[in-house]
């Protein structure tokens, strides 16, 4: 089976651009969430999504948003890019969306802003 | 705030040793205790996990040890391998406001020489 798949694999974008990630979850999983990855961290919680409500935010701005489509895949939005926003984007997908369940990573969209 | 405390930040073992990395957790809230492999430009690949109802889980090589009281979890890898070498994430979830969202320790650099 395939695992988590991610669009773009890297992408470079200016000050002040717009970006969309798209991520497609394990098939079966009805549950995905977005980690940010700095350079040299450990990832960080941005959304989660279930049966395409937001079920949890994470502490970024509202510059980030996100959707879940009815086939479960999911895009994550970001405007006004910012140096800072340089990052690895990670999705993870799970069977449902309760607590407790292996959340699985694709292998994310590494975006660098200039 | 929820955190989850990783240590060490870099570890270098001999082929055939141990190797241990160490967690530990402040919100009694947290449920679910996973640990992910991650090499580099690739996702976090889920290795092993261990809910705070046992005392410890191994599967193969790697063993999670978890103490409740103490608020705090390890993984050992026993018999490493240059191909362990990479960076290892402890991460937790769990409780009303966290939910399934994972929030992850800040990694270790895993060597293993030959």
């Known amino acids: 089976d395939a695992g988590v798949t991610q669009s773009p694999t890297h992408l470079i974008k200016t000050r002040g651009q717009h970006v969309t990630l798209r991520c497609s979850p394990i098939s079966g999983h009805k549950s995905v969430s977005w980690y940010q990855q700095v350079l040299g961290q450990g990832p960080q919680f941005i959304f989660q999504?279930?049966?395409?409500?937001?079920?949890g935010r994470g502490n970024f701005p509202d510059r980030f948003s996100a959707r879940q489509f009815p086939n479960y895949s999911s895009e994550l939005n970001v405007n006004a890019l910012l140096l800072g926003d340089s990052a690895l984007y990670l999705c993870?997908?799970?069977?449902?969306?309760?607590?407790?369940?292996?959340?699985?990573f694709g292998p994310g969209t590494r975006l660098t802003v200039l | 705030q929820q955190q989850v405390k990783q240590s060490p930040q870099s570890l270098i073992v001999q082929k055939g040793g141990i190797s241990i990395i160490n967690c530990a957790y402040e919100?009694?809230?947290?449920?679910?205790f996973p640990w992910y492999q991650q090499f580099p430009g690739k996702g976090p690949a889920l290795l092993i996990a261990?809910?705070?109802?046992?005392s410890e889980k191994k599967e193969g090589r790697f063993t999670i040890s978890f103490n409740k009281s103490a608020k705090q979890f390890s993984l050992h890898i026993m018999d490493s391998q240059p191909g362990d070498s990479a960076t290892y994430f402890c991460?937790?979830?769990?409780?009303?406001?966290?939910?399934?969202?994972?929030?992850f320790g800040e990694g270790t650099q895993l060597t293993v020489n030959p």
């Open positions: 999504y279930y049966e395409k409500e937001e079920r």
């Open positions: 991460a937790a979830s769990g409780g009303e406001t966290s939910g399934s969202r994972l929030t």
């Open positions: 993870a997908s799970r069977p449902l969306g309760g607590p407790g369940y292996p959340q699985y």
């Open positions: 919100n009694t809230a947290f449920d679910y």
């Open positions: 261990i809910r705070p109802d046992v």
